[in-house]
């Protein structure tokens, strides 16, 4: 019984049981989310509202906060969005719901302003066309629908002496329209869900074929690493490259549909499509790719034998414009780069617009068709996914993304070393202890590397045999480690004869430095 009921003075109206008006909201929000992914299957899965308010998210995301969940959660930063996300939801809905126990305005209204914000994201996309509004519209429309229907035959808690009659019968009717509504909500979102991967690029990325480059990449020698002592294999495989980007679905380009654009402060702009690109003679290079968000130590740096062509070729075919300073490289979802053009035309530098990673065509997540990649600088200046524009620009006349959130312009990769064996806390047998790890300073080569146990003195390392000053370098060496529990660090030092610092700085703006450490207890 509740208060209402007791309440001999209260008006002779009905209001819905507490958990029916809860369900009601969360069904209703199920149903909208799902009728808006059917419809964005047909469009384009960025259309989905869900999707789109993910999307818009990360773009609103203050950059520490974005910048900590790639940290923290790597590759699942994105997941970790969309169940908050979902728990939010699901929240607001079932709150939109109890708010409606006696009338259905509250929640029809706060359903239309989950709609609007859902049109709101789908409008801002840059990838998406006004079609794409059809999705949150149906979201929209079934949402209200849904809600007005189960409102309508949900059980109340009525003041009347035939109450139980009536709440038997409305209960029954509750629970098969609700059934009905998760039936349906489940089977169109699984609709959608098949209709958008069936436009995915997979079977395209498939009939590409291996990629043969014309000037192939010297072989990598087999003591270019030190996995046995526990580096890393100097080649990292394809689905061990890490990865970091904005998009909550991956960009499906097809290479039919794909084309580059270049155009700007050139002479002649040109279009170039996939067969252009692929016809040419391919070249391949060994480049270590580093994000300005790895923390010392950290895991965002990868080597890949790159295949594609020369961006200097591209540019001196377009006719680059005296006072050009940047190339603004926009990807299919929008994201942008900002790369200076003077490292993009540099040809001792190497910078590629890539179509493959080891042997094959890009993977769908590292920006098949094509992606760009610049030896040197961090991969958000240099590096654009799914690349479909290079506008040759000044820095004055256009922002990239990360730029406009408080990163810096220009972002060379700063020299780093990291242990990796061994990681985290170590307990090891007293005396000689062997440690092992990685360094890079892309462009301009690793020199040395030295170790020291807490304020020891610094002992030198071997090397790996280079590869070339793009690539990381393996070391190891022998440490002899009293009993206790001590520090091991590690520094390098470059061939322009910088080493390390060890100021602790952040990521942000334009990557972290310090030296890495590893806590070993000896016994
Ligand atoms: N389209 C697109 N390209 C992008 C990004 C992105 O968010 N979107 N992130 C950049 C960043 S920050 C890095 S470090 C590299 C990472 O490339 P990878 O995921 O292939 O390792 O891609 C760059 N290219
Ligand atoms: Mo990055």
């Not at 469009?43 to 773009?59: E, T």
């Not at 019968?169 to 609700?178: E, M, N, P, V, Y």
């Not at 769908?364 to 600088?377: C, S």
């Not at 590397?449 to 280079?466: A, F, I, K, M, N």
Request: hydrophobic share 45%; charged share 20%.
């Amino acid at each position: 019984m509740t208060a209402t009921e007791l309440d001999p003075e209260a008006p002779p109206r009905s209001r819905l049981r507490f958990f029916a008006a809860a369900f009601t909201g969360v069904l209703a929000l199920a149903a909208a989310l799902a009728a808006g992914h059917l419809v964005a299957g047909f469009i384009n899965v960025n259309a989905s509202p869900y999707l789109a308010v993910g999307n818009g998210a990360i773009d609103l995301t203050p950059v520490e906060l974005k910048d900590f969940a790639v940290r923290t959660f790597g590759t699942y930063d994105k997941l970790v969005l969309l169940g908050s996300m979902a728990v939010v939801m699901v929240g607001v809905a079932a709150l939109a719901g109890v708010l409606s126990r006696r009338s259905p305005v509250p929640g029809t209204v706060l359903i239309a302003l989950f709609g609007l914000v859902g049109a709101f994201a789908v409008f801002e996309r840059p990838d998406l066309t006004a079609v794409a509004l059809l999705a949150p519209i149906a979201s929209l429309v079934v949402g209200i629908a849904v809600f007005l229907l189960l409102h309508r035959i949900a059980p109340r808690v009525w003041r009347e002496p035939d109450a139980d009659e009536k709440s038997g019968t409305s209960r029954r009717a509750f629970l098969l329209g609700g059934a009905g509504v998760v039936v349906g909500a489940g089977a169109a979102g699984l609709g959608g869900q098949l209709i958008s991967s069936s436009r995915d690029a997979t079977a395209s990325r498939e009939a590409v074929g291996k990629l043969v480059p014309a000037r192939t990449a010297p072989t990598i020698p087999a003591d270019a690493d030190f996995a046995k002592l526990g580096t890393p294999p100097f080649l990292t495989p394809n689905d061990k490259f890490y990865r970091v980007d904005t998009a909550l679905s991956v960009p499906q380009v097809r290479t039919e549909d794909w084309s580059l654009r270049l155009h700007g402060m050139v002479d002649r702009e040109i279009r170039y499509s996939y067969q252009d690109i692929r016809s040419r003679p391919l070249v391949e290079r060994t480049v270590t790719m580093t994000c300005v968000s790895n923390e010392v130590g950290g895991d965002y740096v990868s080597t890949s034998n790159f295949i594609g062509v020369d961006l200097a070729d591209l540019l001196a075919e377009a006719g680059v414009k005296p006072g050009a300073e940047q190339l603004f490289c926009t990807s299919v979802d929008g994201w942008t780069s900002g790369t200076p053009v003077a490292a993009a035309q540099d040809r001792g530098r190497g910078a590629m617009l890539a179509i493959g990673m080891n042997g094959e065509p890009l993977p769908l997540e590292h920006g098949f068709p094509a992606r760009l990649v610049t030896p040197g600088l961090f991969g958000y200046v240099s590096a654009t996914k799914w690349v479909v524009d290079i506008e040759v620009t000044t820095w004055a006349a256009r922002q990239a993304y990360w730029l406009k959130r408080g990163w810096s312009q220009e972002a060379p990769i700063k020299t780093e070393s990291r242990i990796d064996s061994h990681r985290g806390f170590a307990n090891v047998r007293t005396g000689k202890v062997r440690v092992a790890g990685v360094a890079w300073a892309q462009h301009t080569g690793i020199e040395k590397v030295e170790v020291r146990v807490d304020q020891g003195p610094w002992q030198e390392t071997t090397l790996s045999q280079e590869v070339n000053p793009n690539t990381w370098r393996m070391w190891w060496t022998e440490l002899d480690i009293p009993a206790g529990v001590h520090q091991v660090f590690c520094r390098a030092t470059d061939k322009s004869g910088y080493t390390q610092t060890d100021q602790r700085a952040g990521t942000v703006p334009d990557g972290a430095t310090g030296w890495h450490n590893v806590t070993f207890t000896a016994a």
